[in-house]
């Protein structure tokens, strides 16, 4: 296993492409092999790769734009499969950043790296779920 800067960018242009609103480019780094999109809310699992991108281009359509800014992006890769993970911000419409985690699994695929599973999630504190005794 090793640090992959080549993972990090091609999720780095990801969220660049939901930053710009530009779904042709975001959906260009999903794999046709693409498992699942996960987001924050319970409803938003999307299986396939037909799905995840009509859901992403209904919800750029009626947002305009995600803009998702790096916080600790860290990328690794063993072979041919890679996979991140980030403490990001996803930038709200009306000028707030909602902290967010971000995870996902990357396949080389003709020599691009792909997405094949992201996961976008919001941490709710134990106490908030009345687990108040586990230690952080």
């Not at 080549?6 to 693409?34: K, N, P, T």
């Not at 419409?93 to 020599?111: A, I, S």
Request: proline fraction near 3%; hydrophobic fraction near 45%.
């Amino acid at each position: 296993m090793e640090r992959s800067a080549e993972v990090e960018a091609v999720v780095a242009q990801f969220y660049d492409a939901m930053g710009r609103g530009d779904i042709e480019a975001a959906q260009g780094l999903l794999s046709s092999h693409l498992t699942a999109v996960i987001g924050t809310d319970y409803a938003e699992w999307w299986t396939g790769y037909e799905a995840a991108c009509a859901a992403l281009a209904a919800q750029l359509e009626a947002a305009g734009e995600f803009g998702f800014e790096p916080g600790s992006l860290r990328g690794f890769c063993l072979g041919d499969v890679g996979w991140f993970e980030d403490r990001a911000s996803l930038g709200l419409d009306y000028g707030d950043f909602l902290p967010v985690r971000v995870t996902g699994v990357l396949r080389k695929e003709g020599g691009r790296w792909l997405l094949v599973q992201m996961h976008v999630s919001l941490g709710t504190p134990n106490a908030d779920v009345g687990m108040t005794d586990l230690p952080v």
